[in-house]
């Protein structure tokens, strides 16, 4: 069979993480990369063993036809326009987090995808972690009972050096809980089955970025917060977030209790080297089990998320190959970036938001 040519919108630091990705993948091969940033679009020909064609503007690249997936990693504010213009070609798509910068776009997007021939696939990697996706797996099995509270904490370091710094400043990224936690988002709603109805969030800019300034200006994205999702059914999640938090062993840690039981697990931070991660039950009976969940060293080596880049990419292709719908959808990259939006809303309101104010 022949291989699944990718092309690359955006060679970025996410970019990278792909292209080493998709190298470990026999039946696929990146094809052309498109990026106005010469620097960038070197480091990512470096990864590769033969040159592929590269071009300095999307369309053009488009328009030669080369790949058979479209790939956007490109800065957030750009999704949106870039989306229309690969929408015409009818071809495959995975668009990197968050989907758009605001609601308003995800919705028109979703419009326009109606009855589109390809798969749009959103890429929310988190779900792909093998710790995050055997804790999903036991709280669908419901080893723990019915689930009554999930809380995710991320504490990690802080948003890394763009081009032109671009993510310093919520109007180009939608707000730290837009670019950075929609991957959370769309966690709790995955694992809780159920949809969002309000959100309560108290956050704040108190450490990173304070001492820098871009054309007059100094950056305004949130560096912590607490964010707490009510859902439908009854179910609540709490995210803790802090990016001035370099120095931790384990940069995800999530909790899920049930009626029954309790579920831990965490993933390891890249500078920890840890390759496994542990999976804890605690019963309310007195019993406990523990499972050791391990990844392959050179999937770790590929990407700063624990391996989920890879195992996504292997469910993106087995899609196409079965053509099946995406296992992240348009809608679940939408509905991430509105609790997103009603989170950065509530802490500058200081009050509860419901989504409903965010989707209509």
Not at 22 to 42: G, M, N, R, T, Y
Not at 218 to 245: H, Q
Not at 297 to 326: D, R, V
Request: glycine share 6%; aromatic share 8%.
């Amino acid at each position: 069979m022949e291989k699944i040519k990718y092309g690359i919108i955006g060679a970025g630091t996410m970019a990278r993480e792909h292209v080493q990705n998709i190298a470990l993948i026999e039946k696929a091969e990146v094809s052309c990369f498109a990026d106005p940033h010469q620097p960038s679009l070197d480091q990512c020909q470096n990864l590769l063993d033969t040159k592929v064609p590269e071009f300095k503007n999307h369309l053009e690249m488009i328009d030669k036809n080369l790949a058979d997936v479209y790939l956007i990693s490109s800065p957030n504010f750009t999704h949106i326009q870039i989306l229309k213009d690969v929408m015409k070609s009818g071809k495959h798509i995975l668009v990197e987090k968050p989907l758009c910068t605001k609601t308003a776009d995800c919705l028109e997007i979703q419009k326009l995808s109606k009855n589109y021939p390809g798969i749009i696939w959103t890429a929310m990697e988190y779900r792909y972690m093998p710790p995050v996706s055997k804790f999903i797996e036991l709280i669908d099995r419901k080893q723990i009972g019915d689930l009554k509270m999930l809380s995710i904490r991320e504490h990690r370091f802080p948003f890394l050096k763009k081009i032109n710094d671009w993510n310093r400043f919520e109007k180009f990224t939608g707000g730290t809980l837009v670019e950075k936690c929609c991957h959370f988002f769309d966690l709790m709603r995955f694992i809780i089955k159920s949809e969002p109805i309000s959100v309560y969030a108290s956050g704040k800019q108190d450490v990173n970025h304070l001492d820098e300034t871009y054309n007059g200006k100094t950056p305004d994205i949130i560096d912590n917060a607490y964010v707490i999702v009510n859902f439908a059914n009854g179910t609540r999640s709490l995210l803790e977030l802090c990016m001035f938090a370099e120095n931790s062993e384990m940069q995800e840690e999530l909790t899920a209790v049930g009626s029954i039981g309790k579920l831990e697990t965490a993933v390891p931070s890249n500078e920890s080297g840890k390759l496994s991660s542990v999976l804890r039950i605690g019963m309310r009976n007195g019993e406990t089990k523990k499972e050791n969940i391990e990844v392959d060293k050179k999937i770790i080596e590929a990407g700063h998320h624990h391996g989920s880049t890879y195992y996504e990419h292997l469910a993106f292709l087995n899609a196409i190959k079965n053509k099946s719908e995406p296992e992240v959808s348009l809608n679940d990259g939408l509905v991430a970036v509105a609790i997103g939006e009603a989170a950065e809303k509530s802490i500058k309101e200081g009050r509860l938001v419901f989504i409903n104010e965010i989707l209509n």
